[in-house]
């Protein structure tokens, strides 16, 4: 019998879904709907880069129409909700679409209104975030004006897509002054709520080094309760306060709203709750959900969708074919993480394990792990090409396996400690 | 980790003073976890967050974040931070004899 894969969101995970089914699958044996509400894909990593002027908007944008396979039925809409004993998705466009298995990809939202303030006086003129197209073009021109001061930048709370972004963001500020000679002028801040950098030890011990070498002050456990873009300060719900001349903030993130339409399937926060290791929803064994739209213990990143596509892909063939699904995703994530200057570190990790010192991939490999390099950095700079030609197609990267590999890593002599919030 | 005597029971703890096993905990010791924190009195709106946090725990077997407490327990962010000052996740799990709550990654 056909089989109707629907599939929500043209986005990272989407894309590469539906591409790897519609290779896997004849049309006659398998039916691909996947729904979006506009036809722009953007490449999300590039964001960062936009604010320093180093890659345009037209450099990160394609439509999403042309990065599917043919064969895949594009549909335009916004989603209503999804009626899961119906088995059917509703549209605020067009007719219901009932499906055999759904795969959930519509990722993560901003929600700066819900930081009070946040998007009050002062949004787009001294208050920016780089996460959207518009608000990393806003900032570049903010910056570019910028010739002394502050520069505060924040993180409000996890989770939050790429969590090495911001602090990305603030190894290239660092860079991005003193190539215009103003360094001295300006006093650069990262404010987390976090007890340290990053949320994983050696890492955040690594970063936490590099913030200092840069001169980048560090302010932890910061809560953000309210921006007050009028007089320029941030302040904590325990009410401690950070001045700032021009802050970058990265807003609360949630699942899509249709999903808190849905009864049974989102968490409080509006993430697809999620089985980690076969993906599949707990609120029905026909729908699973993939990348930034879960609530898994993992990175929200592309990398973590794209090893997450191949078990995907396998367990909606066992679905369809009435097979056990395979429990083999481990929360692999890999991210290179810019530090200016035309450095970058790498990083490996899974749910288990952290990140660890050594080389990537395997013991020979060129790339060191948690350490900067010249390679990471030019690595970070090549992956959008992998991104739209090997990625989103639905291909394996070479040398990269879908479950993380401890070959090449260096675990500590003494046992761990988890930083915890 | 250690042994304590906490309101007259012997309870096993980490390092930074969070019960090892939930199990062992009772009001009593919630109490008085409190008091020592700075707590006092542990009123109704305290207790509201504490059992909200384990009863979570026991069910989840993880303690939710500062945001879902926002959300689910009743009592909003900013007066948690009022009820718990510094880390109110951090102080109710102390209190309500669960493991200190992880960071998401």
């Known amino acids: ?421 | 980790m250690s042994t304590e005597t906490i309101a007259g029971s012997a309870v096993e703890v980490d390092g930074e003073g969070f019960l090892e096993d939930a199990k062992q905990w009772n009001e009593g010791i919630g109490e008085e976890i409190a008091h020592s924190n700075g707590i006092d009195p542990m009123t109704d709106r305290h207790w509201q967050v504490v059992k909200f946090m384990r009863a979570t725990y026991l069910d989840t077997g993880a303690a939710p974040s500062i945001r879902s407490l926002g959300k689910l327990s009743g009592v909003p962010i900013k007066e948690l931070y009022q009820l718990f000052p510094k880390g109110p996740a951090k102080l109710a799990a102390k209190i309500g004899g669960i493991p200190k709550p992880r960071g998401c990654i």
């Open chain 1, 1 to 421: 019998m056909r089989q109707r894969i629907v599939i929500l969101g043209a986005g990272t995970g989407g894309t590469m879904m539906a591409n790897r089914l519609r290779r896997a699958h004849s049309r006659e044996d398998m039916e691909i709907i996947v729904v979006d509400r506009d036809d722009e894909h953007i490449y999300q990593p590039g964001l960062l880069f936009v604010p320093f002027g180093l890659t345009r908007a037209d450099d990160i944008t394609r439509p999403r129409s042309a990065q599917l396979h043919r064969g895949i039925d594009l549909r335009r809409s916004e989603i209503d909700r999804v009626d899961l004993d119906a088995s059917a998705v509703y549209l605020t466009d067009g007719p219901p679409i009932p499906y055999d298995v759904l795969v959930i990809a519509t990722g993560s939202e901003l929600l700066p209104e819900d930081t009070e303030g946040m998007t009050g006086p002062g949004w787009g003129e001294r208050v920016f975030t780089f996460y959207t197209l518009d608000g990393a073009q806003g900032l570049a021109g903010a910056l570019a004006e910028l010739r002394g001061g502050r520069l505060v930048v924040n993180l409000v709370d996890m989770p939050v897509k790429c969590p090495v972004a911001p602090l990305e963001f603030a190894f290239l500020a660092d860079w991005y002054l003193h190539d215009r000679g103003i360094r001295e002028d300006v006093e650069l801040s990262f404010v987390t709520p976090l007890d340290a950098a990053f949320t994983k030890p050696m890492a955040a011990a690594r970063l936490s080094s590099l913030l200092d070498d840069k001169r980048i002050e560090l302010v932890t456990e910061f809560a953000t309760g309210e921006v007050d873009g009028r007089k320029g300060r941030l302040v904590s719900y325990d009410e401690r306060e950070v001045p700032f001349d021009l802050l970058v903030t990265v807003p609360l993130h949630g699942g899509a709203p249709y999903v808190a339409r849905s009864p049974g399937l989102g968490d409080e926060l509006g993430f697809v709750q999620t089985d980690p290791f076969t993906l599949q929803a707990r609120a029905a064994s026909n729908v699973f959900a993939i990348g930034d739209a879960t609530n898994l213990p993992t990175s929200k990143a592309g990398s973590v969708t794209h090893f997450e596509a191949d078990i995907l892909t396998e367990n909606v063939d066992r679905f369809v074919r009435d097979r056990p699904l395979t429990g083999a995703f481990d929360g692999h994530a890999n991210c290179f993480v810019e530090t200016g200057f035309k450095k970058a570190l790498l990083i490996d990790f899974n749910y288990e394990t952290e990140p660890l010192p050594g080389r990537f991939p395997g013991h020979a490999g060129p790339l060191p792990l948690l350490a900067e390099s010249r390679l990471n950095h030019l690595g970070k700079l090549m992956f959008q090409w992998f991104y739209w030609h090997v990625l989103l197609p639905g291909r394996d990267l070479p040398g990269i396996p879908t479950q993380m590999s401890m070959a090449g890593k260096r675990p500590p002599a003494a046992p761990m400690q988890e930083v915890r919030q």
